[in-house]
């Protein structure tokens, strides 16, 4: 089978196993969901929910945090990676909700990606998970592992992944992928040992027992 073929088959191998995959971030609302995205670069999702409940209780909506004091901000969610800059922008972003977007989260990516901490992954993921909405593939560093390793690509940049994937993939698989791709990159596709063993995708990958 050809390439196409084989993405094709990869994807509808995960959608079975993650038919309706979600998120691991904590989040009741827009805002919320928004919020814990920016604080996940480079920081595991367990982390992020470890931080939020005092941040998001202390600071409920975009209003009170775009008049925080970033300190105080950064004192909150000083547990994950780079905290400081991050406080920094999620403090940004919301006076950016409330002067550009009059305090709505906008729905598309070029509006997404003027938030101070929103790149186009992040862009994808706020998308994906709040609205459904498929612009893209979500490259984060499980999805980067998981496709390297099956062969769907060679290349570095999350970017260049994300062309090569949407080359290769119909939308109408684009919002399943990107979540079952985490999770099976978190969960089985692992950095370290990978569970080839009990993976749904052993018998395509050319990774397979390799690893």
């Given at each position: 089978m050809d390439k196409k073929e084989k993405a094709e088959k990869v994807a509808?191998?995960?959608?079975k196993k993650h038919p309706n995959p979600k998120t691991e971030l904590t989040h009741?609302?827009?805002?919320?969901?928004?919020?814990?995205v920016m604080l996940s670069a480079q920081t595991t999702d367990k982390k992020v929910n470890q931080v939020t409940p005092a941040l998001f209780n202390k600071y409920?909506?975009?209003e009170a945090l775009a008049s925080a004091d970033t300190s105080?901000?950064?004192?909150?969610?000083?547990?994950?990676?780079?905290?400081k800059g991050k406080a920094q922008r999620?403090?940004?972003?919301?006076?950016?909700?409330l002067s550009l977007?009059?305090?709505?989260?906008?729905?598309g990516m070029a509006e997404l990606m003027k938030l101070p901490g929103v790149a186009r992954k992040s862009a994808n993921v706020i998308m994906q998970e709040l609205w459904g909405i498929a612009e893209g593939i979500v490259v984060d560093t499980h999805v980067s592992r998981v496709t390297t390793r099956l062969g769907?690509?060679?290349?570095?940049?999350?970017?260049?992944?994300?062309?090569?994937?949407i080359n290769l993939l119909p939308k109408k698989y684009w919002r399943n992928?990107?979540?079952?791709?985490?999770?099976?990159?978190?969960?089985?596709c692992t950095a370290r040992k990978p569970k080839c063993g009990e993976c749904v995708l052993n018998e395509i990958c050319p990774s397979a027992y390799n690893v």
């Open positions: 509808l191998l995960l959608q009741s609302d827009e805002y919320q969901l928004a919020i814990s409920p909506s975009w105080e901000v950064t004192a909150l969610i000083r547990q994950v990676n780079f905290h999620i403090v940004d972003a919301a006076r950016t909700v977007y009059n305090g709505v989260l906008p729905h769907l690509t060679s290349q570095k940049d999350p970017k260049k992944i994300e062309e090569d994937l992928f990107s979540g079952s791709a985490v999770l099976h990159g978190r969960y089985v």
